[in-house]
């Protein structure tokens, strides 16, 4: 089929993701265009064979696992303030709220940026103009648009500071960061496996769209769903007194059931691009070198075989063990598999919880009405949202 105008082979079911991934490895690049490239250098998407498995190794222990649980109290220092102002005045567009604070949470945990501090300013202003820049021509037309050289400029910027956060980061820098863990493992690095100037904007412009898209449509349903607001608000409060549990996989099975049906139902990302680097075959076809594939992370999503009735908001559906969370694709899978998963679920939980301690989620004007997939799934139109006292 044809994707962006060009022909591609489309993977769209659960089945042929599998085979997909497990094909991948030396046989598949990610298809990236000359503008990313350009924008983003060596970073970890734009790597292959062993650069990449290598940045892949010295990326992930600050992104998951014991690295977790150090970074929940800085994240609701950041997350607090915002679900007051929702509580107290509503906000005219959840999801533009979500993103800032998206941005501000990912600032905060990657780079130990703390919201008052001017290099928040500094951060939100070169990023914004860095981000406009990938919407420049992805090919030689990159070159007569002003939004690709501001972007460059804004990338070097970023660099810098990036560099002074890095060389504070051993001394006297706040906690709760990653970047102290990812400095030291980058420390004696191979050059294949790029610099951490470079994977740090990758990982602030992949944490971006995506969790904000995630945590949109989290919101959006328990708005649309008060029985289960009320059920998740309930185990919220427990989080108050335990925000460790956060990060226990045996804790909180409701909201985390509220978060697989949502990542079920809005996979935030519509398409991944790759290229064959040599010919392959995928259910039985034979696809030339050179081919565009394309997949789709939420290929499987909708087949009432795993997922009965499945265009419904039913999260019981996984606390009940009638379907798995296994069967979901909304990270990927394979040698590009998403980093920064656990972070992701742990700032979506974070915000669901602080959210319902202080209020039941509310669409004053109804769900969205307009919907665009790219570059994450998210409502077109402002949507105004408040937090409305359970009494
Ligand atoms: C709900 C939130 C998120 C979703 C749905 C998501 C989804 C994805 C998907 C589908 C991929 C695979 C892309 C491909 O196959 O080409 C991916 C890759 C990636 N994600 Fe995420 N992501 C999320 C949040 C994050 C966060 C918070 C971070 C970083 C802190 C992150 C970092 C990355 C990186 C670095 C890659 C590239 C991995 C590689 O090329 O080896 N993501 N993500």
Redesign the pocket.
């Known amino acids: 089929m044809s994707v962006d105008g060009v022909d591609t082979v489309l993977v769209g079911t659960w089945a042929g993701l599998g085979e997909l991934f497990a094909a991948e490895r030396g046989r598949l690049d ?1 298809l990236n265009t000359p503008l990313v490239h350009d924008l983003f250098g060596r970073a ?2 734009n790597l292959t064979a062993c650069g ?1 498995g290598e940045a ?1 190794r010295r ?1 992930r222990p600050a ?1 998951a696992g014991r690295a977790l649980p150090g970074y929940v109290p800085s994240l609701l220092d950041v997350i607090g303030p915002a679900t007051d102002r929702w509580a107290l005045d509503g906000t005219a567009d959840l999801h533009e709220q979500v993103r800032a604070l998206t941005g501000a949470m ?1 600032a905060r945990v ?1 780079l130990g940026i703390t919201p008052g501090e001017a290099d928040a300013a500094r951060f939100a202003a070169a990023f914004k103009v860095f981000v406009a820049a990938t919407g420049a021509p992805p090919g030689p037309a990159r070159y007569a648009d002003r939004r690709y050289w501001a972007g460059r400029s804004a990338r070097q910027d970023l660099h810098a500071l990036f560099s002074r956060r890095a060389a504070q980061a051993t001394g006297d820098a706040p906690g709760g960061s990653a970047l102290a863990g990812l400095v030291a493992a980058f420390a004696d690095a191979p050059a294949e496996a790029g610099p951490l100037e470079d994977h740090l904007l ?2 602030l412009i ?2 971006r769209e ?2 904000a ?2 945590l949109t449509w989290c919101l959006v349903e328990l708005a649309s769903h008060r029985g289960h607001a009320e059920y998740a608000a309930a185990e919220a409060r427990t989080v108050a007194a335990g925000p460790d549990r956060l990060v226990a996989r045996d804790k909180l099975p409701v909201l985390r059931s509220v978060l697989a049906e949502c ?1 079920r139902l809005h ?3 519509l398409l ?3 290229e064959t680097v040599c010919p392959l075959t995928l259910a039985g076809h034979r696809i030339g070198e050179g081919t565009r594939v394309a ?1 789709s ?1 939420s290929a499987g999503h909708f087949d009432p075989a795993a997922f009965p009735r499945p265009q419904q908001f039913r999260p019981g559906r996984f606390l009940a063990r009638q379907a798995s969370a296994s069967r979901l ?4 899978g ?8 656990p ?2 679920e742990l ?2 939980l974070a915000v669901m919880a602080a959210a319902l301690q202080r209020g039941l989620p509310s669409l004053p004007d109804g769900p969205p009405a307009r919907i665009s997939f790219r570059p994450a799934k998210a409502p077109i139109d402002p949507l105004p949202f408040a937090l409305e006292s359970a009494s």
């Open positions: 990610v970890l998407f990449h892949r990326l992104l990912s990657l990758a990982l992949a944490a995506t969790t898209s995630l990542l996979a935030p990302n991944s691009m790759r997949y992370p694709w909304a990270f990927g394979g040698a590009h598999a998403c980093l920064g998963r972070l992701a700032m979506a």
